[in-house]
């Protein structure tokens, strides 16, 4: 019989330690491949920011390597304190293990513990699995357009 995998540990990051950059440095390219790698500074600025929540996912039965991470951004608007989810990355030796289902509901525990009335997110057409993922933690499209002021993706 095989031995059920460990279940994952979700921590917020509060310092940029070498193991947290490390782990970035091999995250990030899988989420994107235009993502720039974080030195520590980068990474601590991020992570000090007041609005920032920056968790990590740690697989014990891999000695506590980080497998995955999230930002969560909780601000306050005129019309309510909203939360955005941004960047969420699992390894992919560790993909299909509850990773991502881990982070986004720890983020969304958080957002709702600080007061926050939605906690939204985007994500590419492509990604699929974390389309399915995000409907089972009780996400759901909303009928809107995401408009991005910057350099197109084919300039």
Known sequence: MAKPASPIEIRIADAATVEVVE???????QLSSS???LGPQ????????????VFLARDPSAGGRIVG????VIFRIPTAIRAWIED???DDVARGRGVGEALTLAAVKLARERGAKTV????RRSRQ???RLYEKAGFHVRDTSVY?????PDA
């Open 120 to 123: 939204d997110l985007t994500s």
């Open 148 to 152: 991005r002021f910057g350099p197109k």
């Open 69 to 72: 991470t999230l930002t969560l």
């Open 42 to 53: 980068a990474l601590s600025e991020i992570i000090a920011a007041p609005h920032n929540t």
């Open 23 to 29: 782990a970035f440095a091999r995250l990030l390219p």
């Open 129 to 131: 699995a974390a389309h």
């Open 88 to 90: 969420v990355v699992v």
């Open 35 to 37: 993502a720039t790698t």
